[in-house]
């Protein structure tokens, strides 16, 4: 398996190289400023094995776009080395966030916890506290989509369990500059946030998902 990257000109899709992506690896979001700079990022596995056992826990990675070609950002991995998933990406004028969830989640002892990311240009840092922006004391949290207007004004969408085993129910987060705050949302017990929009100028949000067997739309709205 090896990442994917194709690019439209408005006739057809070409592929674009992706040079030092980690083995197996994919990717999952991306958010581009113009036809020649974007940022994508992802997961690949990484083989762990004990006394003969193997898992494979994904490790995060970005991958950058500067003119034709994809080079691997090697900083998002550093920073989430164990089991990471970066899964939406979202860009300003000066920076990107990426978001997704930390740890294995593989059973009771091994929870998972949210994550955001920082790109500056250069290289990727945290974004808040690992576990930011989620409920207290739940089992596994992740966040699916993100978007953002500048470095200190972004809302996340994604799903929590209260406990292992325990229903998903629905997340939303917002960053002020310095902190990521949980933000009430109505889904129900078995339901999920996995794709987010937002009007810029207002910033109203329109965030997707499932419940159970059927979909989910949420709106937030803030000045």
């Known amino acids: 398996q ?129 576990r930011s922006g989620e409920p207290p004391g739940s089992y596994f949290a992740y966040w699916a989509g993100v978007r953002c207007t500048s470095a200190s004004r972004c809302t996340a969408v994604g799903g929590s369990e209260p406990d292992y085993g325990g229903p998903n129910v629905t997340l939303a987060s917002t960053w002020d500059g310095t902190t990521w705050s949980q933000v009430a949302t109505p889904g129900t017990p078995g339901s999920f946030l996995a794709g987010l929009s937002c009007a810029h100028h207002r910033f109203i949000c329109t965030a997707v998902g499932g419940q159970g067997s059927a979909v989910l739309a949420l709106r937030e709205h803030r000045e």
């Not at 056992?53 to 994809?70: H, T």
């Not at 860009?91 to 989640?105: D, L, Q």
Request: proline content about 8%.
């Open 2 to 130: 090896a990442p994917l990257a194709e690019r439209w000109n408005g006739r057809a899709w070409a592929n674009q190289r992706i040079s030092g992506a980690p083995p197996n690896s994919w990717l999952s979001g991306i958010a581009c400023e113009s036809a020649g700079k974007c940022e994508a990022v992802g997961n690949s596995p990484a083989y762990t094995c004990t006394s003969g056992a193997c898992v494979i826990p994904p490790v995060a990675w970005a991958a950058g776009l500067s003119g034709s070609s994809w080079v691997t950002q090697p900083s998002m991995t550093n920073l989430y080395p164990q089991a990471s998933d970066a899964s939406s990406v979202s860009c300003w004028s000066s920076g990107c966030t990426a978001v997704g969830r930390e740890g294995s989640a593989v059973g009771p002892d091994h929870p998972g916890y949210t994550f955001a990311a920082r790109w500056n240009g250069h290289t990727w840092s945290q974004q808040g506290a690992i």
